[in-house]
């Protein structure tokens, strides 16, 4: 870990720009995808809502940093909490769903909110948001809070597994009715695992907005991110720490890859997840985990 944390902290110093805005991109799909990950194949959360945290997020750091003049890094922190008080909220209902309900409840939540954002003046509309500050940024000053939002994500997954909380996860995942019988509180676990989600996801928005500018409801509350969410963690490997990993470094690769061919893209992406999980049905990373008697969530 010494060696990883020291590694990542010199990288932008010898790395061009291309380099360090691909590791920019990685640590923000990682952080987002690990937590993804980790609520739909330990509680058996798979949420459909996640762009919801992504959208929020780059739009809370716009807002507060451009019209109420905060800090834009304080910003970042403040537009987090904003998610984790908004998942919050939305546990009430959202949490009483089970399964495939949950999984559309939560989009149905994501595309009233991505409504409201298209219809509101005050950030724009549909029109969009020129976010001004974030031109006079350079590569390397949005690569360290990335990184520290990628490894940070890292142990928090990691001790969330190892935590009480983790436990209750991993009961309510593998059989709920007979975790309920063991006193574990099912709604309590869920909203925790929910609120620091949504908490990482909207740093990871606030922090993606830096390197683009600009924002648009319809791309900002894209479904299309919980999609790479989906995908990093699928072909990775499901539930697992360095699966996502493995997939986002896949991702962006294959991002750049295939930027010559916009209509067949998301198709491609298909195909190859379709490929990996007829060869390996656990992922890459869950699959030689296995062969090496490693357990989750490493």
Request: charged fraction near 5%; hydrophobic fraction near 60%.
């Amino acid at each position: 870990m010494a060696l990883l944390v020291a590694f990542v902290a010199i990288f932008p110093l010898w790395a061009g720009k291309f380099l360090t805005t691909s590791m920019i991109l990685i640590f923000e799909y990682l952080a987002a995808a690990v937590m993804w990950g980790f609520m739909a194949e330990h509680a058996g959360m798979v949420s459909l809502g996640q762009q919801m945290f992504m959208g929020l997020g780059g739009y809370g750091v716009a807002v507060l940093s451009m019209y109420y003049g905060l800090p834009m890094w304080l910003s970042i922190l403040i537009a987090g909490v904003l998610g984790s008080v908004i998942a919050a909220a939305l546990s009430f209902p959202l949490l009483r769903l089970r399964g495939i309900y949950f999984a559309i409840g939560s989009w149905v939540v994501a595309e009233i909110v991505l409504l409201f954002f298209n219809s509101w003046n005050f950030v724009g509309g549909g029109m969009g948001l020129v976010f001004r500050p974030a031109y006079g940024l350079s590569e390397t000053l949005i690569y360290y809070p990335a990184a520290a939002l990628g490894l940070g994500s890292i142990v928090a997954v990691y001790f969330i597994f190892k935590s009480k909380l983790g436990f209750g996860l991993r009961a309510i995942g593998a059989d709920e009715a007979a975790s309920l019988e063991v006193g574990v509180n099912i709604f309590r676990c869920k909203s925790y695992c929910f609120i620091i989600a949504a908490f990482i996801t909207s740093v990871a928005g606030a922090i993606n907005v830096l390197h683009h500018a600009y924002l648009r409801p319809t791309a900002a509350f894209s479904i299309n991110w919980t999609i790479m969410f989906l995908f990093i963690s699928v072909i990775g490997g499901l539930g697992t720490i360095v699966g996502p990993v493995i997939g986002s470094v896949i991702f962006v690769m294959l991002g750049y890859l295939l930027s010559g061919y916009i209509g067949l893209s998301l198709l491609l992406q298909g195909v190859i997840v379709f490929v990996i999980l007829m060869v390996l049905p656990r992922g890459i990373w869950g699959t030689i985990s296995k062969k090496l008697g490693l357990k989750p969530p490493i």
